[in-house]
């Protein structure tokens, strides 16, 4: 997943309102020098009247330059607004990096199916993708509209027929479910696929 997701958790935390990106704050501390064409010289020439007036910065990205006319101030309150997005930024990064999301991702559909491939995991390993499946319902799946879950064997299992509602009822309910697999049952080498194919079999299924 991108750190940000989408333009909304910008406008929640103020970062597009505050206009911090580099083009904004130059726009705000100083001009651009410009270009015109000059005929009798027959290319184009760049204004030079303020080399020497001002502190100028060279944009590495298209080379522009401009000239800073701002007050210590005003840079120093740019300075502050920068370091309060850094900040807000770190706990973005600590949330999705933390808990179900550090495994699964941020789960942004609303009707989803988790298909469950255990393979030949060691009973160890097999409860610890039941924790870390436990956890990804309880913690993302309760947040969003259906969900289903499908086993991969040779007999395939399906939790539900299609997808269910999501409420604190059916989530306890697949938790339960899960935890009452059995740790070893006969696998194919279709087996997978065919419960891929199965998930989306469902129309309703987003991912």
Known sequence: QSLVSSSKWLQRYGLKRNKLSLSQIL???GFQRRK??????GKPVASRYADGLFPQYKRAQDGSVHNLTAKK????HFVDCLMGAIELYKQRMEWLTSESRQIFGVIQEQCIVIV???????????DLCRDALSMVLVEQVIQIARFN??????????????CTP?????????VTWLWKLDHMTAVSHTSSAEAL???????????
């Open 149 to 162: 879950l499908i086993r991969a064997a040779q007999d395939l299992m399906k939790w539900q027929q299609k």
């Open 27 to 29: 726009s705000q501390i």
């Open 166 to 174: 999501v409420s604190e009822h059916t989530v306890k309910s697949a």
């Open 36 to 41: 015109d064409y000059v005929t009798t010289l």
């Open 197 to 207: 194919l199965e998930a989306m079999g469902d129309e309703a299924v987003s991912s």
């Open 73 to 76: 101030e005003l840079i120093l």
């Open 116 to 126: 469950l491939d255990f393979g030949i995991a060691a009973p160890t390993e097999f």
